[in-house]
Structure formats: structure tokens, C-alpha cells
Nanobody
Framework: QLQLVESGGGLVQPGGSLRLSCVAS????????IGWFRQAPGKEREGVSC????????NYADSVKGRFTISRDNAKNTVYLQMNSLKPEDTGNYYCAADPSLFRLCVLSLPSVGSWGQGTQVTVSS
């Protein structure tokens, strides 16, 4: 079974940092683009950041540019999202998803792997 498991969320004060991890099981990530998405209560899910299978291409939502960094370690079958200078509006449940196509994943938001299941909760509050 292809599965992605997110971790690393928590409660942090505004201005703080967190690093999220997305670990794959049942498949290897090196042929997949990976994306981070988030959903706040009462809001639609939105794309946060994506990274190509090689790691050579990344993109970010305007709201997180300059504060978040996506990276991947294919040897560890893991993708990370380093989040700095966190703001209350970053609060939400964060999910990772995967697809062999960066376009399908990041433009169409149609991943082939990712259940929008548990995710990891990020709460930014004083």
C-alpha cells in the first residue's frame, strides 16, 4: 500500500519555527513530485509548496514565500517543510501528497498518492 505519513506539527508562538516531515512507505519517493497542502477550519485546502522528483524545481504559495523551504532526502524517502517566521494564518492541518507529474500535483492538485487523511496539525498562537 502506498502511503505518506506526515509529522512534526505542534503549537508554536508567532515568529517561531517548525519542521514538518513526510515519509513514504510502500514506494520510493525518488520518482515522485511531492507537495505540501494545508487546510484551516472552515477554509478550502490550499497548496503550500511543491518540489520536483529531482529536487531541482520548487514552488511556493505567495503567502509563504521567503518563510518556508521545501526539501527532500530521497535516501531517507522523506520530504521536509521548514517553516520559519510562522504567523497565526499559517494555522491548519498540513498534508503531503505525491504524483509522478509536478503539473498534476501542483497545478491541478490531483495527486495519485495522498489520502488527505490524518495530516499534522500546526497551530500558531500566543
Amino acid at each position: 500500500q502506498l502511503q505518506l505519513v506526515e509529522s512534526g506539527g505542534g503549537l508554536v508562538q508567532p515568529g517561531g519555527s517548525l519542521r514538518l516531515s513526510c515519509v513514504a512507505s510502500g514506494f520510493t519517493l525518488d520518482s515522485y513530485a511531492i507537495g505540501w497542502f494545508r487546510q484551516a477550519p472552515g477554509k478550502e485546502r490550499e497548496g503550500v509548496s511543491c518540489i520536483s522528483s529531482s529536487g531541482g524545481r520548487t514552488n511556493y504559495a505567495d503567502s509563504v514565500k521567503g518563510r518556508f523551504t521545501i526539501s527532500r532526502d530521497n535516501a531517507k524517502n522523506t520530504v521536509y517543510l521548514q517553516m520559519n517566521s510562522l504567523k497565526p494564518e499559517d494555522t491548519g492541518n498540513y498534508y503531503c501528497a505525491a504524483d509522478p507529474s509536478l503539473f498534476r500535483l501542483c497545478v491541478l492538485s490531483l495527486p495519485s498518492v495522498g489520502s488527505w487523511g490524518q495530516g499534522t496539525q500546526v497551530t500558531v498562537s500566543s
